[in-house]
């Protein structure tokens, strides 16, 4: 496991006076103390550090220099205390994840945690938030058991949805264009053997079924696979004007080159995390015209690119385009949250638990510890990943069928 360093401090977060982890006693009373300790444990290396290095940990990074800039987190007397950071590389391993959770409660004795990268990691350490105590703001985690998640750790918040509300929306995609002749009723879909990419198939089943859609084709991957050829091959062979990939990014990324090599096109081409990076639109160019999943934003929502364009210039790279607004949101609630109720652990779960909240993402309000208004399904479309999903919120942009040839073939 490794700490952050001030010189690394000073790298991410240019002049911010960012106080960093001392073996001192946790403080006993908000008079006593002389900063507020936070801690996450992260995947800074192995397979999951893309993700985690674009979605979750600028927005650490980024919320932490706002608050440090302002002179740090607000109490409800009005004083302020600078953020302490503990920081360590969960290394891409479960095992390691949860290792890290329980040093940070038990012997780093932080005040709060901020939560892993992932549906896995946080399914993995959501009991060890609960059983020490800490709100758990999973915003990388899409799962349909939020509800039963609540009910069982009450102080986890779920916020980034379920696997039900993005394949229903995606269904409801599918089903129109068929219904208007764009594409036929069949789709293909693979997904990878993880939490999130079971959660997301498993929903989609009978979300295809509903809107009329067969699915002809239905193949799990064990996480890491780089060669989809045969699965390729063999979604071409089944007849399907769909394709629909639950992926991750590395997965995401070899999709896309793949099918391009074997020139496989389908008419819909709907592949998982990764495809809203911003990284992904520049590799890609104009051979990511169309290419569907989930999330999108509205380009016309000012404070969220007022928050995008923050966020490029602190951190040197783009956000992403669906997670890293909600992850940012999140903290902005944390923020809050303590402003109004101090440091208590309890009172600040119950204030975001029932509190309302101006953030990048605009106002929220959690109901039964989950964000509900989300954008469910975004497409490449003129160099921009927009949102066509829900298509009656505000902001939605109509999706572009069939999605465009491969250029350079």
Request: proline share 5%; no cysteine; net charge negative.
């Amino acid at each position: 496991m490794m700490t952050a360093t001030r010189r690394h401090a000073l790298r991410y977060f240019g002049a911010s006076a960012i106080v960093f982890a001392t073996a001192a006693p946790f403080a006993a009373t908000a008079q006593d103390r002389t900063s507020v300790k936070i801690g996450y444990a992260i995947s800074k290396t192995g397979g999951n550090a893309g993700g985690a290095g674009i979605t979750t940990l600028p927005n650490y990074q980024l919320w932490i220099k706002d608050v440090n800039d302002a002179g740090g987190l607000e109490l409800p007397d009005g004083t302020r205390l600078p953020i302490e950071v503990i920081e360590y590389d969960d290394r891409s391993s479960a095992e390691e994840v949860v290792r890290s959770i329980e040093r940070l409660a038990t012997q780093d004795e932080v005040d709060f945690m901020l939560p892993p990268w992932g549906t896995g990691f946080n399914l993995a350490v959501a009991p060890l938030f609960d059983r020490f105590g800490y709100p758990q703001l999973a915003v990388s985690a899409v799962t349909d058991k939020a509800p039963e998640f609540v009910k069982r750790w009450d102080k986890s918040f779920w916020l980034l949805g379920g696997g039900h509300d993005y394949t229903d929306a995606l269904a409801k995609v599918l089903s129109t264009a068929s219904s208007e002749g764009t594409i036929n009723s069949k789709v293909a879909m693979i997904s990878v053997a993880d939490g999130f990419g079971i959660d997301l198939v498993t929903a989609a089943r009978p979300a295809m079924k509903d809107a009329g859609i067969e699915v002809v084709y239905d193949v799990t991957y064990p996480a890491g696979t780089t060669d989809f050829t045969s699965i390729l091959n063999d979604a071409a062979a089944s007849g399907a004007d769909s394709f629909v990939a639950f992926s991750y990014p590395p997965e995401t990324f070899a999709l896309t080159q793949q099918a391009q090599i074997a020139n496989f096109n389908p008419k819909v081409l709907y592949l998982g995390v990764g495809t809203g990076f911003p990284m992904y639109g520049a590799n890609n160019g104009a051979n990511a015209e169309g290419i569907m999943s989930l999330g999108g934003i509205d380009y016309s929502n000012e404070e969220n690119m007022a928050y995008r364009k923050r966020h490029e210039e602190l951190t040197g790279q783009a956000p992403d385009l669906w997670g890293s607004v909600i992850t940012y949101s999140s903290l902005q609630m944390l923020q809050e949250a303590i402003k109004r109720r101090g440091l208590d652990r309890d009172a600040v779960s119950d204030e975001l638990s029932n509190g309302t909240f101006q953030t990048a993402s605009g106002e929220i309000k959690l109901e039964d510890n989950q964000l509900r208004t989300l954008w469910l399904t975004g497409q490449w479309q003129d160099g921009e990943y927009v949102a066509v999903a829900p298509a009656d919120r505000e902001g939605a942009k109509a999706p572009k069928l069939p999605k465009a040839a491969w250029q350079g073939q």
